[in-house]
Nanobody
């Protein structure tokens, strides 16, 4: 069974930085896209950033210029470097991958979530 394990969340002051990591394991033959989402209390889960297998990246307007997504499909790891953090970045962050699994099926899996708290 494919699993995503996240790490790197924690408490940081405004203006600070964190790097989130997400490591995939299991029967993954290839990865199509890696994504980071976040969900704050009372809000819908939103897409923060994604990166395709070709290296193309996409960011939510709210994080452009501050966050950077990177990944290694071979190592099955995706990162989210977060700089200049703001209080409004406080949320549970989830990684997500779309991957090619057994039977030639394209599947998606979610990480368990890691909490990022930005506070003085």
């Amino acid at each position: 069974q494919v699993q995503l394990v996240e790490s790197g969340g924690g408490l940081v002051q405004p203006g600070g930085s964190l790097r989130l990591s997400c490591a995939a394991s299991g029967s993954i033959f290839s990865i199509n896209i890696m994504r980071w989402y976040r969900q704050a209390p009372g809000k819908e889960r939103e897409l923060v950033a994604d990166i395709t297998n070709s290296g193309s990246t996409n960011y939510a307007d709210s994080v452009k210029g501050r966050f950077a997504i990177s990944g290694d499909n071979a190592k099955k790891v995706v990162y989210l470097q977060m700089n200049s953090l703001k209080a409004e970045d406080t949320a549970v962050y989830y990684c997500n991958i779309k991957y090619l699994g057994p039977w030639g099926r394209w599947l998606e899996v979610w990480g368990q979530g890691t909490l990022v708290t930005v506070s003085p």
